[in-house]
């Protein structure tokens, strides 16, 4: 059974979709199976790895509204062992569509249940909002990465996550687990990137990733030619730290995995 991972911010360009693309591509660098879902109407992970949005292309809107099977709607990317459940401007209507369905919180998860053996890694780009497309992903999720930019207002409505997260633990009985805290678009040569840096491991201890992501010109300019950083500039330094948080995800499943069977 694949491993599935929400990346969630309520906040805008904290790195989200960047860390979506760039992290599913570095798990697929890896010799793994990938999927990456795009949960967020803007449809950025879906242009991002270069998915045209052609008339008649089937998306998660299909597959949480019109019970379509999530294998029709997959499609390949250019990494390969990366596929992606694409997303396109029909998904704003979702939040509201799915308000009177039965079992609301449950489409993604029960959508994503014949297909996730297939697949070591899921990963989920949520929405920049706590809406029910989000919700859908955390109950989705064995786990929740949370990117942060360090900048002055990191920590603001972070706590409205948090919140969000022990909601879905109580209410839906679901091990929801923090994946790790990913400090994004890091500048080490200002005081205050370092002081909230430090503030945050402070917060967070533990759950913080060992591996930054910088501010990076060649990250911003990828999506616009429709590939990870991988494939248009591997010699980069986001590319680089990219490759070295997959491989530190992977190392920490394989420790829990360790600890649970010794357990």
Same mark, same amino acid.
């Not at 969630?8 to 360009?13: H, M, P, S, Y």
């Not at 939040?95 to 989920?124: C, M, T, W």
């Not at 990870?228 to 920490?252: M, Q």
């Given at each position: 059974?694949?491993?599935?991972?929400?990346?969630?911010?309520?906040?805008? @360009?904290?790195?989200?979709?960047?860390? +979506?693309?760039?992290?599913?591509?570095? *798990? +697929?660098?890896? =010799? %793994?199976?990938?999927?990456?879902?795009?949960? =967020?109407?803007?449809?950025?992970?879906?242009?991002?790895?270069?998915?045209?949005?052609?008339?008649?292309?089937?998306?998660?809107?299909?597959?949480?509204?019109?019970?379509?099977?999530? +294998?029709?709607?997959?499609?390949?990317?250019?990494?390969? @062992?990366?596929?992606?459940? /694409?997303?396109?401007?029909? !998904?704003?209507?979702?939040?509201?569509?799915?308000?009177?369905?039965?079992?609301?919180?449950?489409?993604?998860?029960?959508?994503?249940?014949?297909?996730?053996?297939?697949?070591?890694?899921? %990963?989920?780009?949520?929405? /920049?909002? !706590?809406?029910?497309?989000?919700?859908?992903? %955390?109950?989705?999720?064995?786990?929740?990465?949370?990117?942060?930019?360090?900048?002055?207002?990191?920590?603001?409505?972070?706590?409205?996550?948090?919140?969000?997260?022990?909601?879905?633990?109580?209410?839906?009985?679901?091990? *929801?687990?923090?994946?790790?805290?990913?400090?994004?678009?890091?500048?080490?040569?200002?005081? !205050?990137?370092?002081?909230?840096?430090?503030?945050?491991?402070?917060?967070?201890?533990?759950?913080?990733?060992?591996?930054?992501?910088?501010?990076?010109?060649?990250?911003?300019?990828?999506?616009?030619?429709?590939?990870?950083?991988?494939?248009?500039?591997?010699?980069?330094?986001?590319?680089?730290?990219?490759?070295?948080?997959?491989?530190?995800?992977?190392?920490?499943?394989?420790?829990?995995?360790?600890?649970?069977?010794?357990?």
């Amino acid at each position: 059974m694949g491993k599935v991972i929400a990346i969630a911010n309520q906040k805008g @360009g904290v790195g989200k979709t960047t860390t +979506a693309i760039n992290l599913a591509a570095s *798990l +697929a660098a890896n =010799d %793994l199976k990938v999927l990456l879902v795009d949960s =967020d109407p803007q449809g950025n992970s879906t242009t991002g790895l270069g998915i045209s949005k052609v008339e008649g292309l089937r998306t998660i809107y299909d597959v949480l509204l019109a019970h379509t099977d999530p +294998a029709l709607a997959l499609q390949p990317t250019e990494c390969e @062992g990366l596929d992606i459940l /694409p997303a396109d401007k029909n !998904l704003v209507a979702a939040n509201l569509e799915l308000v009177d369905q039965p079992h609301r919180e449950f489409r993604l998860r029960q959508s994503l249940a014949g297909i996730r053996k297939n697949y070591q890694y899921i %990963l989920i780009d949520c929405p /920049p909002a !706590l809406d029910l497309l989000t919700l859908n992903a %955390l109950v989705a999720a064995d786990s929740v990465l949370i990117p942060i930019q360090c900048e002055f207002f990191a920590l603001e409505g972070i706590s409205q996550l948090l919140d969000t997260v022990d909601r879905v633990r109580d209410s839906f009985q679901h091990p *929801l687990r923090i994946e790790g805290v990913l400090l994004t678009m890091f500048d080490d040569r200002t005081n !205050l990137t370092r002081q909230v840096a430090a503030d945050l491991r402070e917060f967070f201890k533990e759950e913080v990733f060992k591996t930054i992501i910088p501010r990076s010109i060649r990250l911003a300019e990828a999506p616009s030619y429709g590939k990870p950083i991988l494939l248009y500039d591997v010699r980069s330094r986001g590319a680089e730290c990219y490759i070295k948080l997959a491989k530190e995800i992977i190392a920490n499943e394989q420790r829990t995995r360790e600890a649970q069977s010794v357990g």
